[in-house]
């Protein structure tokens, strides 16, 4: 077969971008509950069963290959592959289906809650209807990657180069990378609405060895037989609807086009990205030895006189299978046809600006220069870059057409900072004012307490009737001098009293001017 044939390929040692990512590991966390594919009956929870077949299906057990039949049961360290025009669902347990594409095959291991499933090449759509138990994990693997699911939707991939990506249509996730031969980690959230791969560098500098390349999906980029997944499912496809901001009857529409065969997906990156080049790609499996023709050798005169033979026809030598590399896109002439640039574009100027719809220039050259991977990638060609703006950059938070679209947005940023902090500032000044008043009030609503307290009794008495008594405390008044006995032995002597909050303050004439205090209660205390 055709895919057979392939062999995989990595970079040399010379190149300095590593495509491969050996090692790598990636980790996702989700958590959005989703849609169950329909099955006939339910699935026990400890069972993993076939749950639908199309084409040639084949059950790899214990090293051998079996028929696979209707209901079959699948065990830890099976196998599953499809042929051409072939298709599988397995049901992992009540919650969690995986469906494989045409020619891909995938082994799966289960021991009590962990389940784990290693894709050896193709694609597959995952789907997880429930959180999983923090005592439970499911992860997806490839030689390369690895993808913890704990409750969301999508699509795997691992491409000819075995290079493995993700496609989110549900959810949020978490992914982490390590870069094998630098050992830099990373970590970004991904949201529902984008497809991920990571690219790994040998000599870049430090903090720039592992890079995430994501692109803002569209509909028309998920693959056919995930959409038709997605598409058997109302329930599902309005809430990837939702989670992506995608038109639920764009969605139908690409359904549809699936179940007529006129499907094709849109590529979201360059196959190599322009990283690479043929000469430099060599393939990860040996290949098998190539039978080389022997040398001809020179006619000797004794030869020429002897009359000459009829060459034996040379036997067949079977051609070796060697990598393939897809040819590149030209980007260039795409954009220059493809009918979202052109719609794009509202005049080309006589220097060549290209001005699009709403005033807004792209600068080609500004965005080569802010985006240096896209231009290697896709060329330093205006339609081009004008290419990936129209279908990817312009929905992306830090690509812009031009600087000065760029600087506009800063100074929108800036103004809307600018006002979240005047913002802030008028509301803790409405709190101050506010504290102040209440404060004011609580003064108020205490001064008018203490009028009624020790004061104003000692301000209201009749001391010509005799003393006042206040708890313990014992007051008396000659002419304008107050004589204040706490109870005890100790006497005051003060001509003036004055009013606190719960308190009469009054100085000691007899001690030399110290300050005391005659509280409510009729306690004396020195301040």
Known sequence: MEEENKRRITLSKKQIIIITTAAAAVVIVASVLIWLFSADGPIRATTMRLLRMEGTVTLEENGENKTVKENLRFKSGDAVSTDVQSLVSV??????????????????????????LTLTKGKLFFNVTEKLDADASFNIRTSDMVVGIR????????????????????????????????????????????????????????????????????????????????????????????DTGWKDTEIKDIGDKVKAGTYTPIESEPVNLGLMEPDDLMPKTKLEE???????????????EEPAEEPAEEPEVEAVNEPQVAAPVDYAALGRSDPAVLAAISEIGEDGTIYLQGGVIFDWEYYAKMNPLVALAYGNDPYALLYHYIHYGQFEDSRYPSEEVEHQVAAVKVEEQRKAEQFQKEQEEANRRAAEEEEQ?????????????????????????????????TIEKEGNTYIINDGGQNNYITNSLTQGNGYVEFVDLDSGGNTYRLYDNGTISQV
Not at 182 to 191: L, P
Not at 204 to 223: D, L, Q, R, S
């Open 91 to 116: 049901g992992l347990d009540d919650t969690k289906i995986v469906t494989l594409d045409e020619e891909s095959r995938a082994e799966f291991q289960k021991a009590g809650k962990d389940l784990e």
């Open 151 to 242: 409750g969301t939707s999508g699509v795997y991939t691992v491409d000819e180069y075995g290079r493995p990506a993700l496609y989110l249509t549900d959810g949020v996730v978490e992914i982490t990378a390590t870069n094998p031969e630098t050992n830099e980690t990373k970590t970004i959230t991904v949201t529902a609405g984008t497809r991920v791969s990571v690219y790994f560098y040998s000599n870049a500098e430090e903090g720039h060895t592992v890079e995430f390349y994501e692109v803002k999906m569209t509909p028309n980029m998920i693959p056919g037989f995930a959409m038709d997944q997605i598409c058997s499912s109302e329930e599902l496809m309005q809430r990837i609807a939702t």
């Open 290 to 304: 190539v039978v080389e023709e022997p040398e001809e050798e020179e006619p000797t005169e004794e030869a020429e």
């Open 441 to 473: 009030q609580n003064s108020s609503s205490n001064s008018s307490a203490s009028s009624s307290s020790a004061y104003s009794t000692i301000m209201s008495h009749n001391f010509d009737e005799g003393a006042l008594s206040i708890g313990n405390t």
